[in-house]
């Protein structure tokens, strides 16, 4: 098989401060499916274009913030082959046994990455009821036009935390993503920031070395097209959802972006496009001075409070 | 890593009558570069997002067609396996080595299809001169806005030939491809036509069983988006290129297209978008009777001749 | 004031063989909001961004067609003088009443065009109840997202019918309208097809030469932009739409378009685009034998019973 | 006619630091055709969609800023009544002979606007050698694809200056112009900006109050779509063009925007969409503390320094 072992980021659980805000907001706006709720009170979503049972879930908590991003693997051996190997690493993890916490999901591992992240890895999980069609299949599930923006499945989050250098090393030789690209620090002589990939999206999670373990910049979410980007816009500001930055370009990715916040402040992101990554490609450098273009391909500096506001 | 042994369809040898006419339509039309001619006289182009040394060559001969469609492998161990694998599954090929007839390429296996075509596999190519940007990347190579419809590397190509049953087999087995999507035979008993995939695009080449030989019915370069398509649709018609189909969406991809002829009769296509294809996603299905809408998504019925003109 | 007089093709009343089916289709599909029902059963729509009470009737009928084609008028001194210059010209017309079958709209001179045609002309109506924000304005009234393909506005209608050199003659002179475009006859001696418009629009009504009277080829709703004839294309064909033809570019008007069928077998047009027009612009003329490049610009050939399927 | 008298913004002139500079950069990279240069060594320009002989005149000079903002008027007699006009409405004005100053051009009347600019308007001028083709036309003139960001034509002004109530007047009752949009002053009893139309652009002018006179705030071009203006921003990025704010939308006029400098400094714009105005059209009212969302429509906050930095 052409792309095993790590697919690609596929799920994750974010925590909110009000479950019914957050539903109006990722269903109604974001117009992600609602699939399910659980006894402890969490709401299971997927995109309409995803096929696993639900691909991102929201829990009630007291500040925002990411629980854990999940891998998709691409069968139960190679989920073994990551488990022998994150030992031999040297990282903690804890095995979640199938339909605990998480409706239809398999046999998980919990990964403690040393910038104080959470990574899950799992090979099987039911399919959703509202699946892509598959027999003459029609370009939208049961031939009904998505709702909102039409976010199309989960994409990719950036991690910020200590110890960048060690969570890279272990997405690569253990997960093996490939890194499409990194900023240099200051000095030159060590990685800021590093994009990486399970295939050929430009990125299915970043890492950026920061000072405070555990925390994300933002998580984001699949769109087609900048048409779709720029309708987004306009249907993210007639909902007053507060915009962060864009419609606009990376040239990190090149992807076409808008950020803005759900209603607990996590920063969200719509991303489409970029290049398609390919493990024959050299490693994209960016300069810490550049990182402005690199982020903000139009405006070609930083925005203020970019960096520092996160969760 | 996550993507390895056949990466791509990647690099593709064409027959043209009229070797200026040719260079004209791919370099100032479809917007390839020329990177350099042969001996021979061959010319060879490649797209502004390509890094290989050159990904389509045209050789003058007195009729149309395609000499081979080439695949990019991971590392040179992963071409000696196929190498292996290939004289277990007792298919005819050849070693071709580096740099003889094709400037700058590393050894390449030429394997006989039973369908009557030449797939050539390689794992080593120098890198272009004028690939993207490496270091605080523009968008495009060395800041410069792409030429013509700009054609952004080469995406697929579609095959007509017998025992197609068989060459999907070796593609499956032998290169590792998944399968995206199938259309049925009439009476619903075999695969009439297959596509598949090394990574994520929904298709790196498709196979239809076919009485003749070695035919195809189209090579195609990837776009971005719709609204290039359309764009492209533009700048064919202002160049009196006769449009075969198109601007239109397929229902198999669900990719984004506009088929039209080089001055020699070889239909090329204009792709762009389509799923991203997983190795966990089922196969999509089509019965023989809704093939029109699995290629002419918005016309639900197959154009006429679309099957019978081929080269 | 810069433009006065005739401003636009605003409004239309259409025979339908089923109200409900024609509902569903104009409501959900294209994305007219229903706006009232008539005592003796017909239905009145608007699109979003119009500020008229209604601009779109339907009327239950033993077969399909356009039952009238009405313009605003700038203001009623102006509809007094169309009226004068009318009964110069020697065409008949009717006054009809304001408030008599057409809901909240003022008195109308309904002018029987020697094509078989009626075209009203009004200044007066209501303002629909849900307009155009007016007070620090959302880009959609009331923030709502527009429904299925969002047609904005009515936008204009093909007339085909015999003695259209004297009916372009009444639109030019009594009308004011300005002529865009031409098609000449096969001899070159005559216009076979001319297009007309109010203001800016490339066209807000165009008229064929055709032995049988009153008869339209299409009527035509807005759209912003080709990425929205697009997204109309996938919105059409997943509700099983018939799709005549499209999407794609004219030359005449350079406008992008998608052709298809309401329920009815009335054909219909999603317009977007092309130039704006001015009545310092010199007509542009189309040969009898270049009108596949006029209408189906990109195949720049007459789709086979364009001319001949019409209601 | 319908539209009669004032047709449009149609033609500028600009002041320069720097001619050889500024040709790059509305030649080559806004796309501009340079027509001629005249005696004195300014330089003409038009856009690819313009029939008339050029439409934007550059002018060195020591500091930027624009000589004036020209309309043109539909006939000899319109150009006139609105002469017999202006001297009635008491406004200063001069008349420039044909040929003089600008090649090409009939008689201008130069009417100093109590806000310090400059209007001129003329009716009669030469057509361009390249304009859009007559017969059986493409879509751009002569087959040739447009250059660069491929700006159609001039679009409007936004003027800063004092008195400017009184400029409005003069653009009402004596232009002609119909207001589609005003912004309030803070106490809500006069308005500080005014946006003015000829026919369906939703503005050819807009005026804002300023205490300094004859400053313009940025001088418009016209692209076709949200997509042009995204492409528009890619170009300007890899050209180093310094972007001031986009991609983005206004509320106000409901138009897709990049703003941009030239290399003098001068703020550009590229303009695409935007409703079609009619005079049947209420005047839509946007509060003051409102601005940002009429301008920045997404980020609904004025941008630092929006309002201060102007020529």
Redesign the interface.
């Known amino acids: ?8 980021a596929s799920m994750m659980q974010v925590r909110v401060l009000n479950i019914e805000d957050s539903v109006k907001f990722y269903r109604d706006i974001l117009g992600l499916e609602e699939v399910c709720r659980t006894e402890d009170g969490r709401v299971c979503f997927k995109g309409y ?1 995803e ?1 696993d049972h639900h691909t991102f879930t929201i829990r009630l908590a007291d500040k925002p913030g990411l629980d854990f991003l999940a891998f ?1 693997v ?1 069968c139960p051996k190679a989920l073994d082959e990551i488990e022998e190997q994150t030992k031999a690493f040297g990282l903690d993890y804890e095995v979640i046994e199938a339909n605990t916490d998480q409706p239809g999901y398999g046999k998980r591992l919990a990964v403690q990455l040393p910038t104080g992240h959470r990574i899950d890895l799992f090979a099987e999980v039911e ?1 959703a009821e509202n699946h ?9 599930p049961g ?3 998505p709702k ?1 923006v039409g976010a199309t499945m989960v994409d990719h989050a950036l991690l910020f935390g200590p110890n960048s250098a060690e969570a890279v090393r272990y997405m690569k030789e253990v ?4 890194v499409a690209e990194v900023a240099r620090t200051p000095d030159g002589k060590a990685d800021a920031c590093t994009w990486l ?5 430009p990125h299915d999670v970043a890492v950026l070395e920061f000072d405070q373990p555990g925390k994300i910049h933002h998580l984001a979410f699949k769109l ?4 779709e980007v ?1 309708r987004a ?7 007053n959802v507060m ?1 962060d930055a ?4 990376h ?1 990190i990715t ?1 992807g ?1 972006t ?1 950020y803005f916040f759900d209603p607990s402040g996590n920063r969200c992101e719509l991303f489409a ?1 970029g ?2 990554y ?10 810490f001075d ?1 990182l402005g ?2 982020i903000f ?4 500096k930083l925005k203020e409070n970019y960096l520092e506001v996160i969760t």
Chains 1, 2, 3, 4 share one sequence.
Request: glycine share 14%; hydrophobic share 35%; aromatic share 12%.
């Open positions: 098989m052409a792309i095993k072992g790590v697919l690609r274009d096929f998709k691409s399919m892509p069609d598959l027999h003459n299949p029609d370009i939208w031939g009904k036009q909102g997960m093996g993503l490939g990939t399970g295939s050929n999206r087609n097209s900048w048409t720029g816009a306009d249907i993210l500001t007639i909902n915009i864009g419609p606009m370009r040239g090149r076409y808008i496009g290049y398609a390919y493990p024959d490609m050299p490693v994209r450098v960016w300069d550049q273009k690199g391909y139009y405006d070609r």
